[in-house]
């Protein structure tokens, strides 16, 4: 068995820059409102035919180069979206392309918030067996052409942004650096708290014309329930890391969350004591991207020099499924 670890970072937000007062433009809402509510400012957006795996490919190729590694060294693709370009295939094997890797296996994860959590865990056990020696993990959304622009769908609208991030995930020659555990939960009994529900295959045509009229293929979201749950299973997630690592919260060095919303962060942080410097936080300018907040996070956290080698970082999500887990590292 060898020790897995994360070798390089990196992320790609489009240039576009959507603020509240755009929004205001196009729905009743405020500034005021989305700030206090959620904690974000502004947000990306991609131009007309830009997809996942285009910011995915960003994404990757500053992972790379972060690792000091080529293309034709990955072994796997692991692709984590829930906004991906087609029904089918998957963003994996579309990134896989345009990366240029002929025949390298690629997978796509479904687990929405928590994809990024679920999928460095599944590359943990990859490189931990040896079955391959360099893993891309990316998380990438394009939230924008699936968002209900208007008054009816504000309470969504206005949290979600697009954007991706990468890591590459490796052995570790210095054992001590390494991932050190991962915890992974869901709970389907929630799962229509948070969902989109067409297309779907339990209908024919699986978009119907009064599907389309009642517009079903927005998201749904009880932001309360959402809430409520995201507060609780990320803190107790965080919790479980620590009691299987024999750690404090004192010893964490840098606790990253999903970025969902600045108040589900903020009650999270609270429970744990964790002082807020030792938290990183982006949402402010890039909203909620899902899959692809905690590599986003994970790279401007590196680049500003707020993880060091040696320190504990902790990732933790929460996500529709209800899904929900953490990684713990050490850098
Ligand atoms: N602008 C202005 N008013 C709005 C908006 C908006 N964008 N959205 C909703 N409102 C209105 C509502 O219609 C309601 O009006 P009413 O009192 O006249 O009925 C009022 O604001 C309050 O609505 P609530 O839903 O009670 O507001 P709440 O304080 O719960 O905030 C929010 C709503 C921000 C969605 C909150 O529930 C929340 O943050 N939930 C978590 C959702 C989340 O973070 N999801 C992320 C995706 S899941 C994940 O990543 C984990």
Not at 275 to 281: A, D, G, T, Y
Request: aromatic content about 8%; overall charge negative; hydrophobic content about 40%.
């Amino acid at each position: 068995m060898y020790n897995a670890r994360i070798l390089g970072a990196g992320s790609y937000l489009p240039e576009k820059i959507v603020t509240n007062a755009d929004l205001e433009e196009l729905m009743d809402t405020s500034d005021e409102w989305i700030r206090q509510r959620t904690g974000i400012h502004e947000r990306r957006f991609v131009e007309p035919g830009v997809g996942p795996t285009d910011l995915g490919l960003q994404a990757a190729r500053r992972a790379l180069q972060s690792a000091g590694l080529a293309p034709e060294q990955i072994d796997f693709i692991i692709f984590a979206t829930l906004s991906p370009e087609y029904g089918f295939p998957g963003c994996g094997c579309l990134l896989q392309e345009k990366l240029g890797l002929d025949t390298v296996g690629a997978l796509d994860v479904r687990n929405q918030c928590t994809g990024f959590v679920y999928s460095l865990a599944i590359a943990d056990q990859f490189i931990r067996t040896g079955t391959y020696g360099h893993i891309l993990v990316v998380g990438a959304e394009v939230h924008s052409t699936g968002l209900e622009m208007n008054t009816r769908g504000r309470d969504v609208a206005v949290i979600f942004g697009d954007g991706a991030g990468a890591v590459v995930v490796g052995r570790s020659e210095n054992g001590d650096r390494r991932i050190l555990s991962s915890h992974l939960h869901a709970q389907g009994k929630y799962a229509r708290k948070l969902y989109l529900e067409a297309p779907s295959s339990l209908h024919y045509p699986r978009m119907t014309e009064k599907m389309l009229r009642e517009g079903r293929y927005y998201p749904y979201m009880d932001g309360r329930y959402v809430f409520k749950h995201a507060v609780d299973r990320m803190q107790n997630s965080v919790r479980e890391a620590l009691a299987e690592n024999h750690l404090e919260i004192e010893d964490v060095g840098l606790l990253i969350l999903h970025q969902a919303n600045l108040r589900i962060s903020e009650a999270v942080v609270r429970s744990l004591k964790i002082p807020p410097e030792r938290v990183f936080s982006n949402i402010q300018r890039y909203g909620n991207t899902t899959a692809a907040s905690i590599p986003i996070a994970l790279d401007e956290a590196v680049r500003e020099g707020r993880v060091q080698p040696g320190d504990v970082v902790v990732l933790a999500a929460f996500g529709s499924g209800f899904t929900w887990g953490a990684s713990m590292l050490r850098w």
